[in-house]
């Protein structure tokens, strides 16, 4: 049944609740988010006392399942003002799951700024002096743990963008190699942590039982499907262990959804010297690894390991959407550069797309030049030296676009779009619009049938049968994300008539329950339900369901225009 | 009947135009806030191109009723993200009531960044190129319209913070001295100007014919006896005459609810320093002014010029907000560095309450230390700079607070609350907290009532009577706003049993109407009514409508608490 670990940062106490009832078929997403509706004052100041902190392992995570180790994060988001769930992969959920910790909750806040760090492990809780890990890097604080508390240990921290509380700070976690190239990234989550000055959270499940399965024949036979199931995909079995995710850029640059230059055209002159293809090649060349998984018993591993042209360690994780965010929209061409600013990133601890979007508005702003890579390491490195520039642009596209006087700044609920135009992938972008999180394309992917021709078709470019796609692509990720699965199982569920239903069967069998795919569904509806009440109460309106001006502009090279109205959005969550 | 005047400033054009049957018993905050909700898109960018400033005359201005030089400026404010009325003495308002102007309009947005400046006389309007005002001060941009323009003429400029469109900043009026002493402070609409690249408008009315008055004898007998009550009350005719707008330090520094240390405490040690007794002491001693009216015509004459300590010109228009803002509130007693910091403000054009404020979140921040106010010049010097620095803290005190992760900020819609604690206060709190402008003393000064014992007397630390002091004062206020009046007629107005009644008559017999005062009172609800559909519309909700959480600590030396439900507040603008 598990434990809820509560955490006084001010007292430095903590304490294991039993889990109420009506938590009980919670986890991940589903656990975050209603903790923080049922837990967190909707009006309170996200860095202040009454926000709390949130970490929740997937319903299957820690079980044999494939590419169940996602975990969720949750709080009132610093960046939008509303709630947030960010997950992320690594080793934390699996480890918190054996540890039989259903969730780790961060309350309260200390009155001077010493930083702490937790240690969670079989034979309890240790809440300790952060001591010379102040003002590190995520590289260095991880280096350092694993150092003390050995290799493979789960770790959460935050770099100096959480410690300054900044809207775009990340929390990250250690990778399979120990480095901090996984993140909860969007929402500024790190700042959550970082006002409760908590500088890293360690997990180490030695000595811990495993997961039960209440019958294990039965999870045996599911996972044996899901497993092939995610193997024979296309998508999930060749093209993102073969390219990573930076496959996407060939192909969404050539369905003219590329965003260019601060979103003002859907083809980026030099797509090829940052798509999939050219960096798998330089990773062969240079030596790094081209398919690695973000945390054991992933079967896709889309992510990597990126070197340097001296062959040295540079950057891993290296993703699409950050390859996007700074390059097309930054037109920074340079692969190299783009990797450094993703390191910097990580190692700071700010989430990379709206650090790319950042640059780009910086750019829109004149604070640097367009395409100018090396200037933009330059800039983004002020972040790590707490200057003021840092602190502008660690606050994300919206601030900085305030702080330069900037009227064409792409965000929804304050977050940056990410990596697909939502003129020309209509079905994401009403995701955009609508989800309770801003805007976030893992919310509800409807480049899946826009573009990818998974699940269906969906023409991109109209309006027709875009609602109900991004309607039932919400609902189905947010039931993903309370199992803790990696987003990308979508595509085989998608594609295989029994594909919701391994999953249904991996939770019965796990849990002794006999839920149905509807119950699931009707899990995803809850989901949302609650994170709209949230952002409700908090203040969040109709109007915060809509993208910016900026977006009534013609999009080259299809001339499309965002098209829908405010009754036409409101449609899309309303069940 | 009179024209309102359109400038497309993008096209350099501009066009005079009937004013429409609706719009022809309005004026003043009554006309901007009605043009703001017909023509400005709810939802736009504050500094994009369908955003308008609108710039109109009370319905008095011109005519020879005292005080009645106050010209309202309103458009979607860059600070709270609503709508904005903010209004100052000066010269323009008497002149453009007297070119028959009604309304000045600016509208559109030009795609550089090249400055323009309007020329508005009796002959027409002429759109020049700013040429070397651009990056210019406020005082040196007034001085080179008097120059070329002629003493006395009005002139309506922006300053380094408004070309940099920063959120504090103001739009500063030449007073009758030629410098920039009187400000649009509130709610940035010098941003709204400077995103459409206009450094200044003049304005003259050399040839232009008096204000026509259909019943001039009982005009004349109405002012005459409007004149007498302003004389005749000990506020308007003795204390502010004597001390300036300070006079209300010690009051209100006595009465436990001068906000000090960023809100922790009711009561300022060195308040003395600070007093109005002390300004006038230091002005008589070192050669100054202080009595001087804000516009010709004013019988009040708050307003003063203040010499450094070598007895040269430091700055005028030193008020009371500004001083607490960047006394009492950051802590720093120097009265000339306080003075300096006024001067900054009106020189780049600032809004001295939110830079005030804005500091204190600053030491709040640990960016600079509490009290210091030779390091407070410095930083504010910043935004003449253009410097990232200044980007921050002229952006105000949310931006601020945000910049820097401090959860203590003291706002109402995103702008910074005025010198008088809500908790001691009551009834000026609930106008912060529920006005459609922000926190803002002057739409419904409930001081009165509280503390100065005008217009009868509610208890300032009890809830009882404060909703039903700030709705009335809210709803009469509206209406001295659309009539052009000076805010501090209201003391005559509140204590005379014919106060009202001699408004309407002057209004009566300048437009041969017959009003009541009934009609007055549905005008200013009327106004409230506008406003606050805007903002609704604009995404702002009852969320908004309230203090922000710092408020619930208690307050000492009363050790009040902020008690008001969101029910109660509600309450207020009920109509």
Redesign the interface.
Known sequence: MGKLLRINTKEKTFAFEEVPDAYAALGGRALTSQMVLDEVP????P??K?NKLIFAPGLLSGSPAADSGRLSAGAKS?LTGGIKESNAGGLVSQKLAKLGIKALILEG?PEGNDYSMIVINNDGVEILPAGNLEKKGNYAVMEAMWDKYGKNTGVLSIGQAGE????GASINQADINGRPGRAHGRGGLG?VM??KRIKAIVVNDKGAPRVELQDKDAFKTANKRWVEMLHNHPVTGEGLPALGTAVLVNVINEAGAFPTKNFRSGRFDHAKDISGETIAETIEKRGGVTTEPCHPGCVIKCSNVYHDKDGKYLTSGFEYETIWAFGAHTTIKELDDIAMLDRLCDDFGLDTIEMGVTLGVAMEGGMIEWGDGKTAIDLLGKVGEY???G??IG?GAL?TG??????R?PVVKKQALPAYDPRSCKGVGITYATSPMGADHTAGYGVTANILGVGGTVDPLKKEGNIALSQGLQVATAAVDAAGLCLFVAFAVLDNEDGLQTVVDMLNAQYGLSLTTDDVIALGKAILNNERAFNR????????D?L??MFKESFPPHNTKWDFSNEDLQETLKF
């Open positions: 909707a009006t309170c100041h860095l202040g009454n610093p806040k300054q509380c900044l809207k700042a970082g006002s200057a003021p520039e602190k502008i606050n601030f305030d702080a330069l006087g900037v009227d700044v109460k908090a203040g969040l309106t109709e109007v915060d809509q910016p001006e």
